[in-house]
């Protein structure tokens, strides 16, 4: 049996995650859609990266954040454009997402990835 693709396996724990559903074939012929996972109001693209730049960013924010007990949510502004880009943790996505019902709620605790 071949081990599964590690992308697979991300789309399929962040459709956990959001109480939503891995969409196979994404954007193949008969495709249900092109999202990799459809969660409530969502369209959602997964994406696995060994490095990402943002990364950095956004842990320098989350340990400001921390310090003053705070959400941490970076904000990009890509330059000479009119797209801004908002980056929060899953988890706080998560929790937003249910508390304003645009996901569905699971009774288990499945907080962590």
């Not at 049996?1 to 590690?6: D, G, I, L």
Request: with cysteine; aromatic share 8%; charged share 30%.
């Amino acid at each position: 049996m071949t081990p599964e693709k590690a992308w697979k396996v991300d789309e399929r724990k962040v459709a956990k995650r959001l109480g939503g559903r891995r969409v196979g074939l994404s954007g193949g012929p008969g495709a249900l859609s092109k999202a990799d996972v459809l969660a409530g109001r969502f369209y959602v693209e997964v994406k696995r990266r060994a490095r990402f730049p943002g990364a950095v960013w956004f842990g320098a924010c989350a340990m400001n954040a921390a310090l003053d007990g705070r959400v941490p949510l970076l904000v990009v502004h890509v330059a000479r454009s009119d797209v801004w880009l908002a980056v929060l943790s899953l988890s706080t996505l998560v929790e937003l997402a249910r508390d304003g019902s645009w996901i569905e709620s699971e009774k288990k605790d499945i907080s962590k990835l």
